[in-house]
């Protein structure tokens, strides 16, 4: 079989060719018109000479010229490579070096940022050179880098397979799955596998309108849900925190039904206050890079449990495993393992730390699964901190910590010691106007964790480095 992701675009275009695909700003596009842009782009970029499986770095914001870039460079067989777009011009270089690409596409503001590589704006290129225009499913669409544990650039290798196969997935889901009725904000970063593919993707297989905003903003973001009619609102947790500050916010959620998280932990009592004050359930998910990116959603559950992140998706398989890879009994925490035509190739180049050859991977996300089949995430495997050996979860830390007063945020981390080999140190942000004694809080976790988990040293800061998605950046805490 011969398969382009960018094919799903262009059956959508001839199934709803003249219903609204895209609006950003006062630009609008028909799905026949991002079908005939997203043609002209990929023959821009054979007329450039670039030839199936070159790489192209795209730095751009969200925008029309994101999506028709990104569509394009698939369409021409490429292999895209979405920035973030807050990466330094040095990071940037690295990248160059590492995926050897051979051109950038960049929004005017962004292409300083690009040194030793060719680099044109985002929507100049169209031409009339012929497209291969089908590809081996197995073909590299996508490389998308992630934090690895080193610090060194790494890149999961998505196939158009695997891009596929997660929009299937999600399709497959019951009533709460997106349609061409639907109207969805597109406001998570589309370099992000979520919003690149949980968004952009489904939105482009669905015929559903994408609203597409560059950047959260609280006051802008509920203007374009009440102004378009919004149906579907997927966002990072940070966002909902944002949100609750508006006391608009119920006549404003008006026309959404779906609410929906994925990029970070989602704490349950904000969730429960977004209910409470809304009238919306914020449905939640599990995701990563390396299963583009979708694992488990609530979506389609009639009674989400409380803290759960949901059951695998249709054509997902999930277990949860020890150190040795065997099955652990019960609902005993353990390693996540999942199986599906969704997930990576490995990393690049080489294809390696893939799936193993049973199509097992091993996401180093620790979890348990109920007797129904729900999944609980505990914490990050890499993340695990040893003391005197014994296992301590960050997460159980930071719950206790932002119950303790004055604290409205917390991180820990774990750091050398002599005596247990890694001791817990901890990062609290105050409430706002109030100061954390930080003897008072030592006291307060005293009571509620054991000794071996208890931090040894309390950092008091302003605030704590996030990623795009409101992920805490442990590592920049690590520095």
């Known amino acids: 079989m011969n398969f382009n992701f960018a094919d799903i675009l262009r059956d959508t275009a001839q199934r709803h060719g ?39 770095l795209l730095l751009s914001a969200n925008s029309v010229e994101f999506v028709t870039s990104y569509l394009g460079i698939l369409r021409a ?14 990071e940037i270089s690295s990248v160059v070096e590492h995926s050897g690409a051979r051109l950038a596409v960049a929004d005017g503001d962004l292409a300083g940022k690009i040194e030793g590589l060719r680099t044109i704006r985002a929507g100049e290129l169209e031409g009339h050179a012929p497209l291969l225009s089908q590809l081996d499913p197995e073909t590299l669409a996508v490389l998308l880098y992630t934090s690895g544990t080193s610090g060194d650039p790494r890149a999961a290798m998505l196939s158009h397979r695997a891009l596929a196969a997660n929009v299937r997935n999600l399709s497959g889901l019951g009533e709460d799955r997106m349609g061409p009725d639907d109207v969805v904000l597109g406001v998570l970063p589309m370099f992000h596998a979520f919003g690149l593919n949980a968004v952009l993707g489904w939105a482009v297989a669905s015929g559903a309108t994408l609203v597409i905003e560059p950047r959260f903003d609280s006051t802008h973001t509920l203007d374009l849900i009440s102004r378009y009619g919004v149906t579907r609102l997927p966002l990072a947790p940070p966002a909902l925190t944002a949100l609750l500050a508006r006391p608009d916010l119920r006549d404003a959620l008006a026309t959404v039904k779906v609410v929906l998280t994925g990029a970070s932990t989602l704490d349950r009592a904000l969730a429960d206050r977004f209910e409470r004050e809304t009238g919306k359930f914020v449905h939640q998910g599990y995701g990563l890079t390396e299963a583009s990116p979708g694992v488990t959603t609530t979506l389609g559950e009639e009674n989400p449990k409380p803290g759960s992140v949901g059951r695998p998706l249709p054509n997902v398989e999930v277990r949860i495993a020890d150190e040795q890879g065997e099955d652990v009994e019960g609902d005993d925490p353990g390693e996540i393992l999942i199986r599906g035509r969704n997930l990576f190739s490995g990393y690049w180049p080489d294809g390696v730390d893939g799936p193993d050859e049973d199509g097992w991977y091993r996401t180093g996300d620790v979890g348990f699964l109920d007797a129904d089949g729900d999944l609980f995430l505990v ?28 604290v409205r945020e917390a991180a820990v981390i774990g750091v050398p010691s002599d005596e247990t080999g890694e001791a817990v140190k901890a990062f609290v942000v105050p409430e706002t106007g109030a100061a954390v004694d930080t003897a008072a809080v030592l006291e307060y976790a005293g009571t509620r964790l054991a000794r071996f988990k208890c931090p040894v040293e309390i950092a008091v800061v302003d605030h704590l480095p996030h990623s795009v998605t409101g992920k805490v950046a442990k590592g920049q805490l690590r520095k």
Not at 36 to 52: H, I, K
Request: charge should be negative; proline fraction near 5%; hydrophobic fraction near 45%.
């Open 18 to 56: 003249e219903r609204l695909a895209l609006v950003d700003g006062d630009r609008r596009l028909t799905w026949r018109e991002l079908d005939a842009t997203v043609e002209r782009t990929a023959q821009g970029f054979a007329a450039a000479g670039l030839v199936p499986g070159y790489r192209v």
């Open 379 to 406: 914490d990050r495997l890499r993340e695990l901190i040893i003391v005197s050996g014994f296992n301590v979860f960050p997460s159980e830390v930071e719950e206790v910590l932002v119950g303790a007063p004055g």
């Open 77 to 90: 067989g490429l292999v895209a490579v979405p920035l973030n777009t807050g990466l330094t011009a040095r």
